[in-house]
């Protein structure tokens, strides 16, 4: 379902409409959603960005320009989550606090990555399969494992296979 408050840019490709969930959000010129894809409200995708099938992109999350976004992606937004508050009554929106995430421009995030709230990810950097990222990832470093841990930079010859993409 995409509700009638989502900003889509005219050229934005969603491959399955009636298979995606997008409401309140922002989605730039040129991105591709796959689906079963969920932005909430308050999210933006900028420009160029791919969004993989089976991802979740939570209220909070700025995804900059020319994001990779791989399959089953999980944004959370909030690192202390309850159901119900100390009384023992259901949580609504004034009972936590939002936590932020900024994902740089040209950044990519590989299939199944957990991404914690509160944290940026670096321009160009790039995050491994499965990694679970608890903390901020400088431009360009490669992130894998739980908890993520950088292990190389993206732009370094001696951290790239042959063909040009990067090893985790």
Known sequence: MITKDVRLAETVVIHHPDLVNLYGCEIGEGSRIGAFVEIQKGALVGANCKVSSHSFICEGVTIEDGVFVGHGVMFINDT???AVTESGHPQTEE???LRTT???SRASIGTHATIMGGITVGEGALIGA???VTKDVPDFAIV???PGRVVGDARSPADRVESGE???
């Open 144 to 146: 894998v494992g739980v």
């Open 95 to 97: 009972d936590w606090h």
């Open 166 to 168: 990067a090893q985790c």
């Open 102 to 104: 900024l994902v740089r």
């Open 80 to 82: 202390r989550p309850r």
């Open 130 to 132: 499965g990694a679970v």
